[in-house]
């Protein structure tokens, strides 16, 4: 089963503009990871952040964690065209292994 | 040179047939992952090793088995293929389990 549930399911927004994607998991997680995934390759590690934390940013990158609602948001400032993928959420519950949602796909158009 | 490598990149296989998905990596990670995707889905975990003598079954483990030959590979094979393992199929490693994890490009297997 999915334990990340990524909504939208799909985005499409101007160059420039903002992307705000929303992850819900149902039981208590040791960290959550924002993975992105381009068109015929492999998942890339964006960021991970800590139960124990509330937000992290990583360059044009923003995560929070809200574990009271087991809610995560990645926002993506200021997009560009190359910023065009799939982006998944990941959780690790403690068994040493992450469970992915079925990821958002964003497209910028320029 | 890619860090995990997944041989082969696509492969067009008939029914019954026995199929093997290889993957190497050369980051020096103890764990490794098979995953499979299917379109509009994410990822599922088939099997997955923290070391050589230690291998686990994830959510989707039949009609799969693995190999960990080395700590650098990490086989996965199907016995007898059937057309619903047609898929996209990612190897990953990370050097604890709750770190990050590195992905290969992906085997796309179609079965027919």
């Known amino acids: 089963s999915q334990q990340g549930e990524e909504d939208p399911q799909a985005l499409s927004i101007q160059e420039g503009e903002n992307a705000t994607m929303n992850c819900s998991y149902k039981?208590?997680?040791?960290?959550l990871q924002w993975y992105r995934q381009n068109s015929g390759r492999g998942l890339v590690h964006l960021i991970l952040?800590?139960?124990?934390?509330r937000e992290k940013h990583s360059g044009r990158l923003r995560v929070t964690l809200d574990t009271s609602k087991k809610s995560s948001s990645l926002l993506i400032t200021a997009s560009r065209a190359a910023d065009t993928a799939s982006y998944f959420c990941?959780?690790?519950?403690?068994?040493?292994?992450?469970?992915f949602g079925q990821g958002t796909r964003l497209t910028i158009n320029p | 040179d890619a860090d995990v490598t997944q041989t082969p990149r696509n492969r067009i296989t008939k029914t019954g047939k026995r199929i093997m998905l290889e993957c190497s990596q050369t980051k020096g990670h103890d764990r490794m992952y098979w995953y499979r995707q299917d379109p509009g889905l994410g990822l599922r975990l088939i099997y997955y090793?923290?070391?050589?003598?230690?291998?686990n079954k994830g959510e989707i483990s039949d009609g799969y088995s693995v190999s960990r030959q080395a700590q650098a590979k990490f086989s996965l094979s199907l016995e007898s293929a059937i057309p619903n393992q047609t898929a996209l199929y990612f190897c990953?490693?990370?050097?604890?389990?709750?770190?990050?994890?590195?992905f290969g490009d992906g085997t796309r297997l179609s079965i027919l």
């Open positions: 090793s923290f070391d050589v003598k230690d291998i």
């Open positions: 990953a490693t990370s050097a604890l389990g709750w770190q990050p994890q590195h």
């Open positions: 952040i800590r139960s124990n934390e």
């Open positions: 990941a959780t690790e519950q403690g068994a040493q292994k992450l469970v």
């Open positions: 039981t208590s997680i040791n960290n």
